[in-house]
T-cell receptor, first 115, second 114 residues
């Protein structure tokens, strides 16, 4: 049973426009959510995160929104740039402050930003 | 700081051969992880080590063993490789900071089992 779902395998947007990547989760115990970005032949790199006590977190062009009642989060990139083209993974954990910490990942969304 | 390093970067094995994937981190993190990434499957946790001397199974542990040699190093061993283990393997470590945890990944090992 997939606990973190990214239902769009791919997304294509024009440079300068907004990119919206979506993620749904089923485990109500998840209390911390992260987005990772991955370029080909590299490891994932941390992008932005949000705790379940918040509904929005912003870092430059990147904003993550959390809707706990809908068990849904989204990553907004504004404005999108060609260098943002990568696979984006949504991840969640159920023990944000504990030592026995594990992340559950979605399958990823390939974002392509066209010049 | 090198962060998380993995060796080798690429490896080709024949079915039944064994090998060990090495991982090291220089960030003094307590927890380390091994993931595999397959097309369309995202990242799946194989094993993790919450601290030196402890290891636990993740989502897909079958066919693998791990060793947490010391705080810096966490190795993944395939005793008898199978084609189903063809994948990209990522090692990671984590900085636990209360509600603001961040996991750092290595560059990956691309393994092909023929």
């Amino acid at each position: 049973d997939q606990q973190v779902k990214q239902n769009s395998p791919s997304l294509s947007v024009q440079e300068g426009r907004i990119s919206i990547l979506n993620c749904d989760y089923t485990n109500s115990m998840f209390d911390y959510f992260l987005w990772y970005k991955k370029y080909p032949a590299e490891g994932p790199t941390f992008l932005i995160s949000i705790s379940s006590i918040k509904d929005k977190n912003e870092d430059g062009r990147f904003t993550v929104f959390l809707n706990k009642s809908a068990k849904h989060l989204s990553l907004h990139i504004v404005p999108s740039q060609p260098g943002d083209s990568a696979v984006y993974f949504c991840a969640a954990s159920a023990n944000s402050g504990g030592s026995n910490y594990k992340l559950t990942f979605g399958k990823g969304t390939l974002l392509t930003v066209n010049p | 700081n090198a962060g998380v390093t993995q060796t080798p970067k690429f490896q080709v094995l024949k079915t039944g051969q064994s090998m060990t994937l090495q991982c090291a981190q220089d960030m003094n993190h307590n927890s380390m992880y091994w993931y595999r990434q397959d097309p369309g499957m995202g990242l799946r946790l194989i094993y993790y080590s919450a601290s030196e001397g402890t290891t636990d199974k993740g989502e897909v542990p079958n066919g693998y063993n791990v060793s947490r040699l010391n705080k810096r190093e966490f190795s993944l061993r395939l005793e008898s490789a199978a084609p189903s283990q063809t994948s990209v393997y990522f090692c990671a470590s984590i900085r636990l900071a209360g509600a603001y945890n961040e996991q750092f990944f290595g560059p990956g090992t691309r393994l092909t089992v023929l």
